[in-house]
């Protein structure tokens, strides 16, 4: 009797309508960039209007700035979270979703609001009071980059972001004082859900959301004689993007695999040139993994544990121990 039931909730399950425009890769792609080029685009607006307002003290300007960015962070939030109820509901879940609830609200006031503030004002004031002065209108600033330079120096900040991800995300499990003081609270989540984004102490957030963006732009700010603050924001937003997004309890088309390339990247000649490990893999299964061993897959793409045996695989870890 029991089998049976287990049997017709199978079947039930099994045999949920999906919705079909779960299915379409093109669509997910025309989305996903569209959201991210627009709020990078209304962000680099704000900030346009903030810095090139005559009057407005440093300070402040600084302060304006860290809380736009507050809100792209909050905005990435809350779009995944209407894309994954509406466009993406037809796609298998990993998970039931995060595995202990967490109050948003306070870890917004307590966690990301002064993490922003402080790093942000820190860095613009650091970095930025020159540099400010020299901010455009972003509809300018997208053309004074030719494509090949877009292309170049988002494949130079790919890298150095994946490098500086994998290198302090595997500190943080590899030194146990540092795990348990910084780390441990993100793995509260052995199951996640976007929810997870509001799981982390403030330093945890501060190294794998800010720091890790920060090193990556060094590069950037460092070979090019000039750097459009336009292409900055809109290299950052698509690292959260992925980021936020690796936490969804399912599949987000054009996060698992690199959103503007995703086309290029998932192409069957593309595929065929990758290990056979990563042939099919899906980031945000990719990430969920990590938070189920709580070892392995350090990455927030595979190719660094790829490379460094640190790959969890289905069967288990492979090299992670
Ligand atoms: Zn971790
Ligand atoms: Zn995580």
New binding site residues.
Partial sequence: MRSIKKFKHKHIVSHTPKNKMSESASLAWLIENGIVLSISYAKSLVDYKVVTHTGIPDLLRSILVSVSNLALIECILILQYVLIRTVYSGIEPHSKGASRPVHVASCTLTVHLPVNLISMTVATLIFGTDGMDTVSHPATEAFAWSSWEWAANYALYRMVYDVAFYALHFTMHRLPRVYAMVHST?HIHRS?DLT?NFQFTAVDLFVEGMLTNFVAMMPILLVNDYVPYFPLVVFATYAEWYQIG??AHQRIPAVTALPPIAPIYNSTLAKRFRPTCLRTHDAVRF?AD??KKVKGNYGITPWMDWLFGTMVIETGLKKAE
Wanted: net charge neutral.
């Fill in positions: 993100h996640t997870t690796s936490h990430h990590h938070h």
